[in-house]
């Protein structure tokens, strides 16, 4: 079956990626979004549509991904976006039409013309990687245009089987601009041995600010000091000390949301404003 493109035509924007995915790779994210972005996904009257835009060359993220969201909402629509028509082809195999389809498509963000509505949600995880940093706010406004309103774009890296990733949560600003609200870290907490390691997976918008004088190197840095005082901790678990850590964060005056549910969970979100690169 030939890939079809959705609603936008004419030649996806963007470049083929390596591809990479594995099972549960992507599981830290999908987890953060069910949880942090439930009334996203509650608000609309009709069945929302959640993109997995940049899914690789296996469709089991998607199909993941719309099995934890549905679990928010029953009725959620996923739409896997790829610019490879052989990767299309494969999710096309397996697509469920309208729960689960699969169209051809880049930074456009098509959705197939049978949805009827824009995406509440786009996630686009190991996309911008191998992107140059400053391509990255022409992508992430290409991706939010896309959005509906109160929409979310969720961008972000993680290493191959899913124990490091961090994401950004980009929103549309009141001018159109993207408009990123929070920093996500997250970790396989069992065997971590200091937080730091989660910079080699950093967004591309920062991972080459992981230097002195930058919001997310001074983060890191106080991270994994906090982990090193904590290290009494380690007797109780690897949670309890990643609590401990958050709390000390806080209390110095960083912006660490929400509380100890999320960080046994092995995240640590912030406010953007203080890891936003100088």
């Not at 092995?266 to 690169?277: I, R, S, Y």
Request: charged share 25%; aromatic share 6%.
């Amino acid at each position: 079956m030939t890939p079809r493109p959705g609603r936008a035509g004419g030649r996806p924007l963007g470049t083929v990626t390596r591809g990479t995915t594995n099972p549960n790779r992507l599981r830290r994210v999908d987890r953060w979004m069910a949880w942090a972005l439930r009334d996203v996904l509650r608000a609309p009257a009709g069945s929302p549509v959640v993109v997995d835009l940049g899914y690789g060359a296996s469709p089991v993220t998607v199909l993941e991904l719309a099995d934890r969201l549905r679990q928010v909402r029953p009725d959620i629509r996923l739409v896997g976006v790829e610019i490879e028509p052989e990767r299309v082809a494969r999710g096309t195999a397996v697509a469920d039409p309208p729960a689960v389809d699969f169209v051809l498509g880049g930074f456009e963000v098509p959705v197939p013309t049978t949805s009827g509505t824009d995406p509440v949600v786009v996630r686009a995880l190991n996309v911008l990687r191998q992107y140059a940093e400053d391509e990255v706010a022409d992508a992430w406004a290409r991706m939010v245009a896309r959005l509906a309103p109160g929409g979310a774009l969720v961008e972000g890296t993680c290493d191959e089987v899913g124990r490091l990733a961090t994401w950004v949560d980009v929103r549309r600003g009141a001018d159109g601009s993207p408009d990123p609200r929070t920093l996500t870290l997250a970790w396989r907490l069992a065997g971590l041995e200091r937080p730091s390691v989660v910079a080699e997976r950093l967004p591309k918008v920062l991972i080459h600010r992981n230097v002195p004088g930058e919001g997310v190197h001074a983060l890191l840095s106080d991270l994994d000091r906090a982990w090193a005082r904590h290290a009494p901790l380690a007797s109780y678990g690897a949670r309890q000390r990643l609590v401990a850590c958050a709390e000390e964060l806080r209390g110095a005056g960083w912006p660490v949301r929400h509380g100890p549910t999320r960080w046994r969970e092995g995240e640590l979100t912030v406010d953007w404003a203080a890891v936003a690169p100088h």
